[in-house]
């Protein structure tokens, strides 16, 4: 079975601050792994991708995400928050196994301050 | 190209009631997920369709029933409606394979009252 584990509901940065959101993931087989976001009362857009190539994944919007097995993470970043940045981010996990099934975390909401 | 479509947008029922939900999937697009997102909490993926089947089923139960169209627009069906089943509703369409990107629509709001 597969999980994923978002540490924080809420996060808080100034613009023009890093942001770091925090994922973790089990998956009993070599997993794919994905960033959504979603805005108010819209639906989830795709961020970046981790499907077993390069271990540093870049996405849209400037965000990145890094794969490391060892800690079963999979955090995603930005160098530079922007105000337009505050939304809701998904972590989901997905395997050969699965299909196209998703499982996703609890969502982080990122917020901005000016 | 309008991408993922769910209609309706909004939608309130009462308890008990039935409600059908549907979506348009990605131009070319072949395969259709459907998942449930309570409010402050994470998608749950429902089940999924393709040629015209149900290939994959998440922990819900048999109230909650699907169908997909030749052309690949698919309907969410839920009986006996409970006030728990007040949730987002997301369709997500892909093309079938090892692993296509997933693109969702906007969502159907509904609420139970």
């Known amino acids: 079975a597969q999980s994923v584990t978002q540490l924080g509901s809420h996060v808080s940065v100034s613009e023009g601050a890093l942001v770091l959101l925090r994922c973790n993931y089990s998956?009993?087989?070599?997993?794919?792994l994905f960033w959504y976001v979603q805005y108010p009362n819209q639906g989830l857009q795709l961020l970046l991708k981790y499907t077993s190539a390069a271990t540093l994944v870049k996405g849209i919007n400037g965000f990145e995400a890094e794969f490391k097995k060892s800690e079963t993470s999979f955090h995603l970043t930005k160098p530079s928050a922007h105000m337009s940045d505050a939304a809701e981010y998904f972590c989901a996990v997905s395997d050969r196994n699965a299909g196209n099934m998703l499982t996703f975390g609890g969502g982080t909401r990122l917020m901005v301050k000016p | 190209d309008a991408g993922v479509t769910q209609s309706p947008t909004h939608l309130i029922k009462t308890r008990g009631q039935q409600v059908t939900l549907r979506c348009s999937p990605k131009?070319?697009?072949?395969?259709v997920s459907w998942y449930q997102q309570a409010l402050g909490q994470g998608p749950q993926f429902i089940f999924q369709y393709y040629e015209e089947e149900e290939r994959q089923r998440g922990n819900f139960p048999d109230r909650f029933s699907g169908h997909q169209f030749p052309n690949y627009s698919s309907e969410l069906n839920v009986n006996a409606l409970l006030l728990g089943d007040s949730a987002l509703y997301l369709c997500a369409s892909s093309l079938t394979g090892f692993f296509t990107e997933a693109f969702f629509g906007q969502g159907t709001r509904l609420t139970v009252v």
């Open positions: 998956s009993s087989v070599p997993p794919y």
């Open positions: 131009s070319g697009h072949d395969t």
